[in-house]
């Protein structure tokens, strides 16, 4: 979700607390489980992880980092690319994405 876009949700929720969320990434025929800090991207804590992760400009721009959500909730600071059809088929941008719900399911 961008700030200020309630498509589809009634209410935006801001996380306070920097506990971690948990993440499965399926990414090339591969499962990832990560610990997801709440204050990083989630194309941030792959490539922390060590996982080649899509992406190229990482300000939300370019399109390469998409992913689909699968389970769970994130928030964006920036999706501008994406259209509202995107949004609610669970398309995100890996490099703006923040876990918002404690489990969090993504599909590259």
């Known amino acids: 979700m961008c700030p ?3 498509r589809g949700m009634s209410e935006v929720v801001r996380i306070d607390s920097i506990t971690d969320a ?18 990083r991207t989630l194309v941030d804590t792959m490539l922390d992880a060590g996982i080649n992760v899509p992406h190229s400009c990482r300000e939300g721009h370019c399109g390469s980092c998409v992913a689909t959500v699968i389970s ?17 088929d669970g398309l995100i ?7 918002v719900s404690d489990d969090v399911h993504i599909e590259y």
Do not use: F, K, Y
């Not at 909730?73 to 995107?86: F, K, T």
């Open 4 to 6: 200020g876009d309630n």
């Open 22 to 39: 948990s993440a499965t990434v399926d990414l090339d025929g591969a499962h990832h489980r990560l610990s997801w800090p709440r204050d």
């Open 72 to 88: 769970g909730r994130v928030e964006m600071a920036q999706c501008d690319i994406l259209e509202p059809d995107d949004l609610a």
């Open 93 to 99: 941008l890996g490099c703006q994405a923040r876990p």
